[in-house]
């Protein structure tokens, strides 16, 4: 398959079928842009109606071309495309490009044609790039497909499913830096080649040393996430993911036909991958030039340099609330700083040289030297008016930002720390900032931006240093399954009930060691007050079991803080009661008696099936809070004792379970046992759509799971593909 | 004070006074600048030691002028300004701008230098601009006091708190824009003129339309709001604050000496002042381009118009994700659309013409004339390739691109409608999207400033379309003081306490219609038990009145549910002993009895005193989430109705008052009403510093409050003109 992907984006020979002689059309524009950007190999237009195009020799089919043909570009009509394909896969083709659109994107008449041309391929092992795409370029070898001309030239490959974001890369990159692209590859529709393919193929390429992505939706996002984990600690991945709003859903619909509906989910589990998520287009290029070309921020401690008191404030607090720190400087450097620095200006970072460069911008390089050289600091941001020096003062300062610049440069690769530079001149385009680029420093003319820049290499860089070799996106269905715990599933897929009975779900629980309040299963009154009676003052629970009754609070079938015999009793016939009320033909299995318990504080831990990325924990604090307000954690399975933990820490109410207001603190080490258990025993039966565990009581020392509930997919195995639409949502009742 | 003002931003004559030779000193690029922006009336340089400065006859003392002066620039160091001001004030000059570092932002002897100089100008009615500054400008007049040559000239006003902050944003306009400026103050520390004097003059200055503001802490935060919402309707005034995170506050000290601390106060009150504020520098000058052009956005509704894919579905998230709608267009719309543009186009919203102008970039501006004229529609943001057709495709097309420029431009116009155009281009400067500027369309390179100036088009439309001539920033204490809570509040002060006794603070509220829970103060456990029968099944809250305790629930003073004769006596003792312990000389003075209250759901109201704008009032759902999630709302006082409303709307935990899982919607005009009580109360009583209520019990009719807590300010008076620094955290025990 790799080898098939490189015969593709490495081609060395070409047909363009749809080749036309009219200047306008696109078998034209292709042809010529082929020619023109110089492609290595033999190019061959195929028109049965044409002798030649653009001055080459024209072929009636595909299989008129003698020599052998890497890939196709296809410019005809959607329709076309199968005994098109059909062609290509006689003769050999390894790949074909088709531009149409009219496929999945349309309807269902168009996903029939396009798993019609699927189809075709796959018998001929022939692979198509798109369709409802504008190409390819490999810039390196001339194979550009695409109308635009002369991209730049360089290392970064880029992937995306808009013609015009790459259009807008193209010319920011030409623009605003100096740096270039390995490869671009429109996706496309995904039909057949799929995300996390050129990913592998790029994550071999000598040529391709950074990856930048502009996705709407993708088709299988776990294996992009497995190949992403593999790839991004070595080569930085960055990707910006929109059609995240109902209407932006609209418009990629009407233009990718992809599965869009972006999810919490996604951005986690892409950073847990390693990828650097942006969520601004204009972050998008200055992301991928940072991160391709400067060493990381290690430990997450940078220092500002700045010419002024407003450039140095607003970028303290850009910094400051992304997270980073500005630890204040060594006095040992303060002193230094303040031997070649005015009196006015402040030394302890941000350090503001306050017109201290003005006669000699070289003053700015020596305090980038002092600053990187103390221990406290892992990357230096320059902000305000450098490479402007000469334009506000004197011509003849030129020159000393020119040797400014050099020693920054030179700096960077002896300190392997990295500086970003933020210019207000960056518009008149002095050569200083060209220098700058040369040492692959970034500079950009906005704040915003360049505090970003630093922000990213900060992230990039603690995911380096807390890369975790065993990480995996791969489910091991079944590998921890028991067979008692498969007989249960059965027996309930057999029954054709999709929720388990709350005995059937505590028994598979306490298969996989999860921890339930005790329950004992009672048939009638006087079993309920003999089981209740041991809870003493405590108190008991009562809940009735039963295949007709899924939500037993909304039925009136639990009962709560029962204390005496009569309670019970009285208790025991309201449930039996309601439960006839609910239905009248309803089969109780028996009631559940346990003892009242309390905790510290309520959490909930839910699994669902996303479209894009399947199995997925959900952890959150209980009560009403976590439906008004949403405070939960996301991960894909399957989880490290790792992202067990992050999920707890990084809700915003895990204060509660810190021992908040003289409360003792409640026993995160429990929950994070709790998760990576309910994650393994979710990972072993596919059939598992949704579990709920609602509320799970935290104690000082473990936690205790009070209700359980179980629904299997619809289908009749493995969910774990995804493509279930499963609109349940998680119900938070008490005690339900 | 206007007159005076008048007097220096329009100054007729400027001494500089330490006028110099040296050409890198201040003193003589001061006189420079005048000279060569062609400052229209005499220029003296001062000192004593010079014969001339720049051809100009330089002057021993600013006595030796012969003319009147208007404006005295200063840049002498910050030690002899006391006596430079004295001799400006026995000359009668209107104003002095003092360049000077060390003042307040230096520490104790800065600021009493400070306050020397205060007084001294005061004594001779002289105003000071700064000091800490960098000067001003008056585009106009040539009155260019700054280093900045030539800075483009216009209708908007900047006042800045940082001087290359100002120098970014004349860059910015010159680069950028065809805007301009009217002129520039650097407002430095606000020594004696304040930012709220500046923006009176412009308000009324007919040179200036629009107001652009960079402040890192101001000194009369209230009469800023005052002055603001005076003038934000005729002119947008458009802000941005920083040094809001801790090291950002570093750097504002370490530069501007001005209180800072932004508070969520601050953005609030800002935005029901009618500015418009701007969290990202990046957007500072495009936001006061758009406003300061274009209609606004009536109805919040816009049509997005495309040509591909990625740019519109960038663009939809952002317009959605800012809260503004895309409706679908009307089928007629649709239907003329389609008649224009290829079948690949979709004509929803977004449009995406999909390749669509190619061959004809008139079609954009036919499009937006079609879109314009449906009546859903109240703006249109046009994003992607506008100006760069000639350059993809083929030179001729400049031609159309320009003719299109002109219809939209036109189209504004006719149809009062804002059209904000995005352009991948815009580097290249074509001829097309400089025309767009010139009929006020602004043109950006960015999506998410594109998408931004549509989002605030849209806001100051609401805010001009909600505009009510009745807010007031104003504060009218003592307005419904009654005589007996001034005598409840005097007799605390005079026994010395900070806190008012429970049954005084009672009182206090019930005087002001503040909907209490019943309470009975009993002085024995008879009385106690008799209080608590007449509450029966409900059960009964018992709690201590005593000037000693404070934190009555810490204390162990407060008994929640009593239900039966034995658990109130013994609730009683138990309260006496702890109370005792607590303080062995304890003073009790009697107990409180009342009902033990249920509500749908428990609120907070509380109100403090905020260092840069007095008394506010805040509102959050109670319990433990407001101290874990922060979820409040605040208002600066006064408050008016709708005021109150949205402080009880825009918590994000506002599902829980409105019906909530079946539960009966709160009483949320009780809350309204309410806070209008409270803050009523507060403002009628400037000696109270905080005010707590907590909990208040919101029910399907009413609500009452459980607990109040009121504290009186340090001081022995009005408080209301902050300078307190007030660090009593709110305390949420309930029944406290």
Redesign the interface.
């Known amino acids: 398959m790799k080898m098939t992907l490189a015969r593709i984006l490495n081609a060395q020979s070409v047909a363009v079928i749809g080749a036309s002689r009219q200047e306008?059309k696109r078998g034209y524009q292709a042809v010529r842009t082929l020619v023109e950007e110089k492609f290595e190999g033999p190019i061959y237009p195929v028109n049965p109606k044409e002798k030649t195009v653009f001055g080459l020799p024209c072929y009636e089919s595909i299989h008129a071309i003698d020599g052998p043909v890497d890939l196709a570009l296809v410019v005809t009509p959607a329709a076309t495309i199968p005994s098109i394909l059909e062609q290509c896969g006689r003769k050999g083709v390894a790949g074909a490009v088709v531009i149409a659109?009219g496929f999945g994107e349309t309807g269902d008449s168009g996903r029939s044609l396009e798993a019609q041309m699927v189809d075709v391929a796959r018998r001929h092992g022939l692979r198509i790039v798109g369709p409802n795409t504008n190409g390819l370029i490999n810039v390196h070898s001339g194979l550009n497909l695409v109308?635009f001309r002369q991209p730049p030239k360089g290392n970064i490959a880029l992937l995306?499913?808009?013609?015009?974001?790459a259009?807008?890369l193209f010319?920011e990159a030409q623009?605003k830096s100096r740096k270039g692209f390995s490869c671009y590859v429109g996706v496309g529709n995904e039909a057949d080649i799929r995300f996390h393919e050129y990913l592998e193929y790029f994550r071999d390429d000598p040529r391709t040393s950074a990856i930048l992505i502009?996705v709407?939706g993708m088709r299988d996002g776990r294996a992009f996430l497995q190949q992403a984990y593999q790839t991004s600690r070595t080569k930085p991945i960055v990707l910006?993911k929109?059609?995240?709003?109902?209407?932006?859903r609209?418009?990629?619909g009407?233009?990718?036909g992809a599965l869009a509906g972006i999810s919490e989910v996604a951005i986690t589990a892409f950073r847990r991958a390693g990828i650097t998520v942006v969520e601004?287009?204009?972050e998008l290029f200055p992301a991928i030039e940072t991160l391709s070309s400067l060493p990381v921020v290690r430990n997450n401690r940078v220092a500002l340099l700045?010419?002024?008191?407003?450039?140095?404030?607003?970028t303290?607090?850009l910094?400051?609330?992304a997270g980073l720190q500005?630890p204040e400087l060594h006095e040992k450097t303060q002193a230094k700083l303040r031997e070649i620095l005015p009196d006015?200006a402040?030394v302890?970072?941000?350090v503001?040289v306050?017109g201290g460069a003005d006669?000699n911008p070289v003053v700015l390089a020596e305090c980038a030297r002092i600053i990187l050289q103390d221990h406290q600091v892992d990357g230096l941001l320059l902000v305000?008016?450098f490479g402007g020096y000469s334009l506000?003062f004197s011509p003849s300062l030129a020159f000393a930002e020119e040797d400014a610049a050099h020693r920054m440069g030179k700096l960077v690769r002896e300190t392997n720390k990295p500086i970003v530079c933020h210019s207000?001149?960056d518009?008149a385009r002095p050569h200083a900032l060209d220098l700058l680029r040369y040492y692959d420093i970034p500079v950009f003319d906005?704040?915003?931006?360049a505090s970003q820049a630093m922000v990213l290499l900060a992230e990039y860089g603690e995911y380096l240093q807390s890369y975790q070799a065993q990480t995996s996106f791969e489910l091991q269905p079944g590998s921890k399954a028991k067979k008692r715990g498969e007989e249960i599933l059965a027996r309930a897929r057999r029954d054709g009930r999709r929720a388990l009975l709350e005995v059937e779900a505590r028994e598979l629980c306490e298969l996989h060691k999860i921890p339930l309040v005790t329950a004992e299963l009672v048939h009638s009154e006087d079993e309920a007050v003999a089981a209740a009676a041991a809870h003493g003052e405590q108190g008991s629970v009562l809940k009735v079991v039963s295949r007709d009754i899924l939500h037993k609070s909304d039925a009136g079938c639990v009962k709560l803080n029962l204390k005496t015999e009569d309670e019970v009793r009285a208790a025991y016939r309201s449930i039996q009661d309601s439960a006839r009320a609910y239905r009248p033909d309803v089969t109780i299995d028996g009631m559940l008696v346990s003892p009242m318990l309390k905790g510290i504080v309520e959490v909930i831990v839910g699994t669902k099936i996303d479209d894009q990325f399947g199995p997925v924990i959900m952890f959150g604090i209980g009560g009403?809070?976590v439906?008004?307000?949403r405070?939960v954690s996301y991960r894909v399975l399957p989880i490290s004792a790792r992202s067990a933990k992050q999920m707890i820490d990084e809700i915003?109410?895990v204060?509660?379970l810190n021992g908040?207001?003289g409360e003792p603190a409640a026993d995160k080490k429990a929950v994070q046992k709790l998760l990576l258990a309910v994650a393994s025993l979710v990972e072993s039966y596919p059939q598992i759509a949704e579990m709920d565990l609602n509320p799970v009581l935290l104690h000082e020392e473990g936690c205790t799971v009070v209700d359980v509930r179980i629904l299997l997919g619809e289908g009749n195995g493995n969910h774990h593909n995804g493509n279930h639409h499963n609109d349940n949502h998680h119900n938070h009742n008490h005690h339900d």
Chains 1, 2 share one sequence.
């Not at 995306?160 to 974001?165: D, V, Y």
């Not at 700045?306 to 607003?314: K, R």
């Not at 906005?446 to 931006?449: G, K, V």
Request: charged share 20%; net charge negative.
């Open positions: 306008t659109a109308g995306s499913q808009s013609g015009n974001m259009l807008s010319t623009v502009y709407e910006l929109s059609g995240r709003s109902v209407t932006g609209r418009s990629v009407s233009h990718t601004n287009s204009d700045a010419d002024g008191g407003g450039h140095a404030t607003i303290s607090d910094l400051s609330e500005l006015t402040s302890r970072n941000p503001d306050a006669a305000g008016l506000r207000l001149y518009y906005s704040l915003e931006i009403v809070m439906e008004v307000l405070d915003r109410s204060k509660l908040f207001r």
